[in-house]
Structures are given as structure tokens and as C-alpha cells.
């Protein structure tokens, strides 16, 4: 494990980094407080510290309240080295955000007993980051699939219009409906159906840049948001997208299938300000104005003519799919 | 080295203990000598311009290294001579620092010839 020593007096510091080099520690040692904050600030950097209390510049103490003012580091246990011994001067080391002290001249077994339990805190913290981590990405992705869920694609849609607003630029909203995948789930069973939703989400998500969202939006439905996307090259965009479901049969359980998608296009620069939900309802329509033309294939919502060329979308279950 | 006759002749550094200290690693403890040999004296004579110019927190900053130096070297009564200088010089108390650093010199009286023969003994 990497440990930083920091340590103005050369002979304790270096006999403190012999003595960690024997307990397989990685050691990386500094001579002042300022380089102490730049090394525990590095990405990568040690998460045990060994501070000196009194050094030149920035003090043990300083040390550790600088460190603890960025909370979105992972956390680093410090322990104060200090030949101070009064209450008063071991409470303002641990009010400083130090989790321990030792009293100089260390002895190297009580050392390394209190890094193993600096050790043991660490390990319980990266659990519950790890818990977190896992709980968020279940609060945010669909399961089946592993794109952001309905709730978080719609946020994500309302922040990029606005910036998209703001920074005069364009958003290409690319409502997706699977054709016909009804009848796979009714032919072959949900499982397939399952192994179909999934390989869609993959090819889509290889179909769009890094920085372009993508989320599922109902059952089959996906909705795809194309961040900075000049006007001219959505319907391309939408078009490589569709190309990606159809070219090549989904492998499942059941053998190979064939799959279409249809899809509805919109790009917000056309609009102008108008409400997401508003703009949705429209992708919505071209989406739907794209099944009734036949399926698999692309149609864009026009601001001019949107109920001429895109009939208003029947209710949810009585839709053409 | 001659661990129980040299602990018997000095009163200076209390031998078993740095040797426990290096974890009997004699290329660290001649290194960590090393260092006091070239460091030791230039911190003592810092601490004399200190306590002549009556510098009290510089004199308290010198004698807190000079005191983990030989808290860390099992230099114990100097240690202690050290300690008594900065709580004095922390205190303010100027005219009492003359007195402290005279004993603090004569307890480090000998330490580097002493400390230098551990060197050569110690050297692999």
C-alpha cells in the first residue's frame, strides 16, 4: 500500500521510510507540508499519511484541514507525528482532521499497528464507496438493458436543450420503436425478447459518440439525444442508427432473428424554445408517422407542417408497432 | 561492536535501544549517522546565533529538530536538554536560555567523536 511521509528533519524521515519499506509499504516522502497537500492531491495518490506536526510553511495540522476541505477525494488517514504530549495539543491535531497521532521517537510496532488500523478504515470506506456506486447506477440504468433509465434520459434531455439554448446550438432528440418486437415475445418468449432488447442497446450505443446519450425509454422504445449535432447530419446519424439494427440479425435462443427499427427525428434548433415535453410529444409523432409509412425507416419533425406530415400518435396500446 | 562495554563507558546513547530502533540494520545506522554528523552541527550553530540574538521562536523552532534528532538516535539526556531549551524558548524566557543551551552543550560535549566511532564500527 502507498503511504507519504512528510518530514522537514532528515533523520526521522528517513528512518521512518526504511522502517515502512520493511512492512512492504510504497513510501514517497517530502520535507514540507505544501508538497505534502500537492502529493495526497495527485490522482492515485497515497491514502495513509504520516505527518510531521511541526514543518516549515504548512504545519501538520494545516495539512489536514487542507486535505479535508476536498471531500470529493477519496479519503486519506493522516496520522500526526508530535513529540507534543498535552491534551490541548493532541485535541487541535484531531480537530484539524488528523485520525491519529504518534509521540516521537516512534517505536516501529505501535506504528505499524496504527497503519494497519488506518488500513482497516480505508478498506471499510472503499465497501460502502463501492455500495454507493452500485446503488446509484441501479437508481439511474435500466437493468435489463444498462442504459440510463426513462427518469434519468428525460433529465438528461431537459439539461442539453437548455444548454443547446443557450450555447446557440443544436440537440437531435432520435425517438426509437422496435417493429414488430410484439411478436418475438409472443413467439419466442420474454427471455429472447430480453436477449433482443439488449443487443438493440448495445448496437445503439456503439452507433453514437461517447458523449451522446442514450436511455430506454418504455418497453422497446429508446430514446437517443445527439449533443452538438449539426442540423445537417442528424438524419445521417438516424439513419447509421437504424442500418445497426437491421444489417445483421440479433443471435438469441432462438436462433438468429431479424430486427427494424423505426424512428422519429427532431432537432431542437428548429423549434426554438420550447418545452421538452412538447418537443418528445412531436419526435413522438414523426416516430409514428414513420410505422404507419411502412417501418424501418427515419422521418423528422417539422415545425412548418407537423400535423400535415405527422399524424397525431394514438393512445398508448392502440399504437402501430 | 562491543554492545555492553560501550553502553557501560557512555551515558550518551543508549546503544541497544537505536540498534532495536534500525531493527539491527547497520547500513541504516550508519546512515542515519551520516546525516546527524552533517546536520547536527549546523542546527547547533544556528541555536547559538539564536539564543545570542535572543531569538526565542527561532530558538524554540532549532531545538525541537535538535530534540527529535536525538530523541531518534536514543540520545535520551540531550534529548531532555533539548526539550528543556524549546519550552523555554516557547515560554519567552530570554535570560534563561544562556544557562539551558550551556548545558545542552555540555551534555552533546563528545556526541560526534562518540557517534563517529559507531559510524566506523557500524559501516559494512
Known sequence: MKIL??????????????????????????????????????????????????????????????IRKHREQGYVYMILLTSKESKEDIVEGL??????????????????ARLRTGERILHLEDRLVEAREQMRF????????????????????????????????????????????????????????????????????????????VGRYGGEEFLTLLNNCPPDSALVRAEEIRKAICTRPIQTDAGPLGMTISLGVLLSCDWGHRPADELLREADA?????????????????????RQRVPTPQPAGERVR | MNKANRSAESASVNLSELLARVDNDRALLCELLSIFKREFPDHLHALRNAVAGNDSAQAACISHTLKGMLANLAVAKAAASASRLERLARAGEISALGDALARFEKEVEGLLPEMDSYRAEARP
Open chain 1, 95 to 112: 480537530e484539524s482532521g488528523a485520525d491519529d497521532y504518534l509521540v516521537k521517537p516512534f517505536d516501529a510496532e505501535e506504528l505499524k
Open chain 1, 286 to 306: 414523426a416516430l409514428y408517422a414513420a410505422k404507419t409509412a411502412g417501418r424501418n425507416r427515419v422521418m423528422q419533425a417539422k415545425p412548418e407542417e407537423p
Open chain 1, 138 to 213: 441501479k437508481a439511474t440504468h435500466d437493468p435489463l438493458t444498462s442504459l440510463w433509465n426513462r427518469g434519468v434520459i428525460m433529465d438528461l434531455m431537459g439539461r442539453e436543450l437548455v444548454r443547446s439554448q443557450r450555447e446557440h446550438g443544436c440537440t437531435a432528440i432520435i425517438l426509437g420503436d422496435l417493429d414488430h418486437f410484439k411478436n418475438v415475445n409472443d413467439t419466442h418468449g420474454h427471455l429472447v425478447g430480453d436477449q433482443v432488447l439488449r443487443e438493440v442497446a448495445r448496437r445503439l450505443l456503439l452507433s453514437v459518440r461517447s458523449y451522446d446519450f
Open chain 1, 5 to 66: 511521509i512528510a518530514d522537514d528533519d532528515a533523520l526521522p524521515r528517513r528512518l521512518l521510510e526504511k522502517t515502512l519499506q520493511r512492512a512492504d509499504y510504497q513510501v514517497t516522502t517530502v520535507a514540507d507540508g505544501r508538497h505534502a497537500v500537492e502529493c495526497l492531491s495527485q490522482p492515485d495518490a497515497p491514502r495513509l499519511a504520516l505527518l510531521d506536526w511541526m514543518m516549515p510553511g504548512l504545519d501538520g495540522p494545516g495539512v489536514c484541514r487542507e
